[in-house]
């Protein structure tokens, strides 16, 4: 069961959403993908769920090309799209059976499927309610429901946490994992934190194109991994002249002046990797007549790549 996207690109008239991508995603893989919004994330996914045509270059769903097999690939899929249609005045299990039934599970299958996909995702406290009158986390329940009730090989998930409060999120984000060991499953997102806790592969995606790909480690260990100290002074000195000495310091690649919080300065201080220039910050601040508050180091995480390849 795999996915493969060779050269896509989708244009909306002249706007250019999707910007010749390929890739491709394998049984037992939580492949997420993680751009700000409007980096072409969701179109991407309607292409591969066959709700888009592509404008050019071809998307293969377990051997199903989406243009010209679209029914089969449909057969292969579960889908849960960005805004999590549902109808309102059904109740978890009606709108479960009508789904099933639409999907083509067998009429003597129904209830087992249904009572199924009640029991993983939780929902049997509102199994007889309205879906209206459900909370936001339920309503994402019973989408997800949906996308898995005919037992997909494929599962494409659009935002699939995002209006959720913290614990629906770790209950959603086991699920996908415990479901990701026998299925492909892609999700979107535009939160960092989401693709190191869920996934085990990582597409970084900017303005409709792939930016990074690989594991959350292995784009880690790609970054240029510099050092970077966090310096707060008291803000009775000059800040342009302290800047300006900062950046004289050998080994030290770039200062960015954070804020004034009214009382003080705060910079950044990116400097070479495996650099410890906390010393002779010191003696720089010292030399400028300033007064160190405060002064941290960090080591390049996962964010700060994804801020270099995004802004
Ligand atoms: P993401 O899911 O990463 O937020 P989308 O795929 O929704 O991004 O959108 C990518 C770009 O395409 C955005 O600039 C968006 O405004 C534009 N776009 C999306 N859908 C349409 C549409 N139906 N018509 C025109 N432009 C669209």
Known sequence: MSIKVTNLTKYYGNYLAVDNISFEAKKGEILGFLGPNGAGKSTT???????????SGTVVVDGFDVED??????????????????YYDMTPVEYLDFVAKLDGVPAGEIKKKREEMIKVCGL?????????TLSKGYKQRVGLAQAMINNPDVLILDEPTSGLDPNQIIEIRNLIKKLGKEKTVILSTHILSEVTATCNRVIIINKGKIVADGTPEELQAKSKGQSLVILEVKNNCDKNALSGSLKD?????KVEFVKDTGDSFVFNIYGDKGSDLREVISNKVTQQKATVLSMQTKQSSLEDIFRELTK
């Open 69 to 86: 097999k679209s029914l089969e690939v449909r057969k292969k899929l579960g889908y849960l799209p960005e805004l999590n249609p549902l």
């Open 249 to 253: 310091i050998r080994n030290v690649n």
């Open 45 to 55: 996914m309607k292409i591969i769920t066959t709700y888009l045509p592509p404008t």
């Open 124 to 132: 049997e406290s509102m199994r007889k309610k309205d879906i209206g």
